[in-house]
């Protein structure tokens, strides 16, 4: 028992300062065995999930998943864009998000930081997470330099009061796309393909100076009123 408790010890340093607080509750546990030469059920339970965590399996998985981190674009861009969405949340998994985070702003000449395999795959592959992924990497539904309109029950922020009495009115009159993907995506909706996903478009008012983000899909083409018959 005490040597395979060593050797996890050992292994888990390897495996990043992320494992800080299971490296220290397998000392704690070690020193309490030897000292006491037994382990209460609760303890025994929580020792044999870090043993599993910290086997040989589980530290061949760990290098596989640090090169798989290092070299593998679609796992950084995934880690970017799923992480974005949380911070923006500001809610569940914000320490790995900012541990993404902070991998990503890393120079090559740096000592890489490695995400946790098992957070990092929590936060990346769940529902919420999957519907933001489809919105990624969707097909644009909206370019710039084309005419859109904002679907009626849309609330958009900074589209104010005094805005609609200035004549500005986003429901009816005609929009410019100027930007897509202005900022990160930070709704996990069903993406749709008519209406598209929770894409950011930057969009301005024909004739006006002001711009808003709307989401890609409560944007729709713009057309221009029919003429009233007299």
Request: hydrophobic letters at 35%; proline letters at 3%; aromatic letters at 10%.
């Amino acid at each position: 028992m005490v040597s395979e408790i060593k050797a996890a010890i050992v292994r888990a340093e390897k495996m990043g300062l992320h494992e800080h607080n299971k490296i220290e509750a397998l000392k704690s546990i070690l020193k309490q065995y030897q000292g006491k030469g037994k382990l209460s059920s609760a303890q025994e339970k929580y020792l044999n999930s870090l043993l599993r965590r910290f086997s040989e399996q589980g530290y061949e998985k760990y290098k596989d998943w640090k090169e798989d981190w290092l070299t593998n674009e679609h796992t950084r861009e995934r880690g970017k864009v799923i992480s974005d969405y949380y911070l923006a949340n500001a809610g569940w998994f914000m320490a790995v998000a900012k541990t993404v985070r902070n991998c990503l702003k890393q120079s090559e000449d740096e000592i890489p930081i490695i995400p946790d395999f098992y957070q990092f795959h929590k936060m990346t592959l769940n529902p919420y997470a999957e519907k933001v992924w489809k919105s990624h990497i969707s097909p644009l539904r909206w370019n710039p330099g084309e005419l859109v309109q904002v679907r009626s029950a849309t609330k958009v922020e900074g589209y104010t009061y005094q805005l609609r009495q200035q004549g500005i009115n986003l429901r009816t009159d005609p929009c410019m796309v100027i930007e897509v993907n202005s900022q990160a995506i930070s709704n996990a909706a069903t993406w749709d393909e008519k209406k598209g996903g929770c894409r950011w478009v930057k969009v301005n008012p024909v004739g006006s100076i002001h711009l808003f983000d709307v989401m890609e899909k409560d944007l729709k083409k713009y057309r221009r009123p029919k003429a009233s018959k007299k």
